[in-house]
C-alpha cells in the first residue's frame, strides 16, 4: 500500500513542481511584457 | 484561449480528481498484486500520453526541417499519404507478424501518422512548428519520467527489484535520455542553427519509439505484456478505470501544452522587442 501511494504522490509532486515552474515563468514574462509597453 | 484556460484547467482537475478515484476505489483488486497493481492506472496512461506527445514532437521537427523547401513538403505530403496506404495495406497482408500484434492496431497507427502530419501542416508554419516540437518534448518528458518513477516503484513489491536492464525498461530510458538532451541542446546553444539541429536530433531520437513499443513483441522480458491491440487480457472494469486515467491525463497532458505553447510565444515576442529596442535605442543611452 505504501508503494501505491509513493507513486501517487511523486506523480502529483511532478505535475505540481512542473506547473509552478510554467506559472512562475509565464507571470515573469508577462511583467516584462508589461514593464516594455509601459516604457515604450 | 486565456479566458477559456481557467474553465478548462478546472474541468482537467475534476477529470483527473474522478480518474483518481476510479483508480483508488472503484477499480477491482488484483488478485495476485494486490493494490499495488492501481499504480498501472497512472503509469499506462502517462507512457501512453508520452509517447504521442514524442510523436508529435517528431512529425512537427519533421516539417520544422521542410516546411522551407516547396519540393521537400509536396515530397513530405506524398510520403505521408504512401505511409498510410502502405502500413494500412501491410498490415493485413504481411504475415510474418507477431499473432498477438492485431493488423488493425497497425493500420490505425499508420493513419494516424498521415492524420496528425496534415493536422500539424494546416494549423502550424514558421515558428509555429518549432515552438510545438519544443512544447510536446518538454511535456513528453515530464510524462516519461512518471513512468520511470512509477514503474519501479511497482516493480520493487512485485518483482522484488526497482530495476532491471530489461530492453522495455533500458530502450525508455534511452528515450528519456534522448529528449533530456534535446531540452538541453535547445536550452544552452545560442546558435541560431539550435531549432534545425534540435529538429534533426528530435528525427533521428524517435527511432527509438518503436523499439520501445515492440520491444516486448521482439524480445524476451520481464515487461508485462500489452493490455490493449497485443492479445493481452483485463478486466472490463480495470479496462474502463485505465481509458478513463488516459483521457484525464490526455486532457490535463493538452492544456499544459496550450499553456506552454503560449509562453514561449510570448518570450519570443518579448526577446526580439527587446532585440529591436536595444537596435533602435541611441548609442550612450545607456
Avoid at chain 2, 10 to 29: C, F, M, R, W
Avoid at chain 2, 133 to 150: Q, R
Amino acid at each position: 500500500m505504501n508503494y501505491l501511494y509513493a507513486a501517487y504522490a511523486i506523480v502529483w509532486i511532478i505535475h505540481l513542481a512542473y506547473l509552478g515552474r510554467l506559472v512562475n515563468r509565464t507571470s515573469r514574462v508577462e511583467r516584462d511584457i508589461d514593464k516594455l509597453s509601459r516604457n515604450p | 484561449m486565456k479566458r477559456a484556460f481557467p474553465i478548462l484547467a478546472v474541468l482537467s482537475a475534476i477529470l483527473l480528481g474522478y480518474a483518481t478515484y476510479q483508480g483508488l476505489v472503484v477499480a477491482p483488486t488484483e488478485q495476485t498484486m494486490g493494490n499495488v497493481q492501481r499504480i498501472f492506472y497512472y503509469h499506462v496512461p502517462s507512457a501512453w500520453t508520452a509517447f504521442l506527445l514524442f510523436f508529435i514532437n517528431f512529425i512537427a521537427s519533421i516539417r520544422f526541417l521542410i516546411q522551407d523547401n516547396e519540393e521537400a513538403d509536396r515530397i513530405g505530403n506524398w510520403v505521408a499519404i504512401g505511409v498510410a496506404v502502405l502500413v494500412s495495406i501491410g498490415a493485413y497482408v504481411y504475415k510474418p507478424l507477431p499473432k498477438d500484434i492485431q493488423p488493425s492496431a497497425i493500420a490505425t497507427t499508420g493513419i494516424a501518422i498521415a492524420g496528425i502530419y496534415f493536422l500539424i501542416r494546416h494549423f502550424f508554419s514558421d515558428q509555429g512548428t518549432d515552438i510545438l516540437a519544443l512544447t510536446t518534448a518538454e511535456v513528453g518528458v515530464v510524462f516519461c519520467s512518471i513512468v520511470l518513477v512509477t514503474g519501479p516503484l511497482w516493480a520493487r513489491p512485485v518483482w522484488g527489484i526497482w530495476w532491471t536492464w530489461d530492453i522495455r525498461l533500458t530502450s525508455t530510458l534511452v528515450l528519456w535520455l534522448i529528449y533530456v538532451s534535446y531540452l538541453m541542446l535547445r536550452k544552452f546553444s545560442s546558435s541560431g542553427q539550435t531549432p534545425k539541429l534540435a529538429a534533426a536530433l528530435a528525427v533521428f531520437g524517435a527511432l527509438d519509439m518503436p523499439l520501445v513499443y515492440f520491444s516486448i513483441w521482439f524480445f524476451r522480458t520481464q515487461h508485462p505484456q500489452p493490455v490493449m491491440g497485443g492479445g493481452g487480457s483485463i478486466d472490463p472494469r480495470m479496462l474502463k478505470t485505465l481509458l478513463i486515467n488516459w483521457l484525464a491525463f490526455l486532457f490535463y497532458g493538452s492544456l499544459i501544452c496550450a499553456y506552454r505553447y503560449r509562453l514561449e510565444r510570448l518570450q519570443r515576442d518579448l526577446e526580439e522587442t527587446q532585440a529591436l529596442e536595444a537596435m533602435l535605442e541611441p548609442k550612450g543611452a545607456r
